[in-house]
């Protein structure tokens, strides 16, 4: 399969840990990539590759995978982190590069 | 600091052409980097369009395939977008971004680590 899928929406409490997952053949090869928009915004990479982090992007947010799911986590949860967040990666065969559904991060 | 801008009619008549441009500043369109579009329709997710190496090598999504034209200008900077035989289901908006990523060991990443502030396309008649 070419999809990577994603839970449309998450919730978790202020200053609790959030983890959103991304399902995909692709993953087994290619590592997720994993996007923050806001509204109105264009997205911005929070996670990548094994274990990379941009600069300027806080570290509690943090990245796995496993298998054919890759997950990111926001360990301490906070009100700004309430977003849409997209996973992406390539598929090996046609070299598209393929996008999730989006997870709507709600911050309660 | 990479930037880019897109530029391009924000109305196209539905069966009509969409064309849109992308400026690049602070990089070389022909450094080793693929230069992709992404569009968004309303309250949606993301769609990868294509993408396109300096040489001009592309590859695009299979169902956009057939309407879908990406070229790059490199004494300009910038690479552009063209899609034919619109309908609504086209509007969105549409990013510019580049790409970067690396295989090791057989272990690879591809990230859109630099992207435009993107541009609204209304399909309408």
């Known amino acids: 399969s070419s999809e990577l899928t994603q839970d449309p929406a998450v919730s978790v409490a202020l200053g609790q840990t959030a983890r959103i997952t991304c399902q995909g053949d692709?993953?087994?090869?290619?590592?997720a990539t994993w996007y923050q928009q806001r509204p109105g915004q264009a997205p911005v990479v929070v996670f990548f590759d094994k274990t990379n982090r941009p600069s300027g992007i806080p570290d509690r947010f943090s990245g796995s995978t496993s298998g054919n799911t890759a997950s990111l986590t926001i360990t301490g949860a906070r009100a700004e982190d309430e977003a849409d967040y997209y996973c992406q990666s390539r598929d090996s065969t046609t070299n598209h590069l393929l996008f999730g559904g989006g997870t709507k991060l709600t911050v309660l | 600091q990479v930037q880019l801008q897109e530029s391009g009619p924000g109305l196209v008549k539905i069966s009509g052409t969409l064309s849109l441009t992308c400026a690049v500043s602070?990089?070389?369109?022909?450094?080793?980097?693929?230069w992709s579009w992404v569009r968004q329709p309303p309250g949606k997710g993301l769609e990868w369009v294509g993408e396109?190496?300096?040489?001009?090598?592309?590859n695009y999504k299979s169902s956009l395939k057939s309407r879908v034209t990406i070229s790059v200008d490199k004494f300009k900077n910038q690479f552009s977008l063209e899609m034919t035989s619109v309908t609504a289901a086209d509007t969105a908006v549409y990013y510019c971004?580049?790409?970067?990523?690396?295989?090791?060991?057989?272990?690879?990443?591809?990230?859109?680590?630099?992207w435009g502030q993107g541009t609204l396309v209304t399909v309408s008649s």
């Open positions: 396109i190496f300096h040489s001009g090598t592309t």
């Open positions: 602070g990089d070389s369109i022909s450094s080793s980097f693929w």
């Open positions: 971004a580049r790409e970067e990523g690396h295989c090791s060991g057989g272990e690879c990443y591809v990230k859109l680590g630099y």
């Open positions: 692709s993953l087994r090869r290619y590592y």
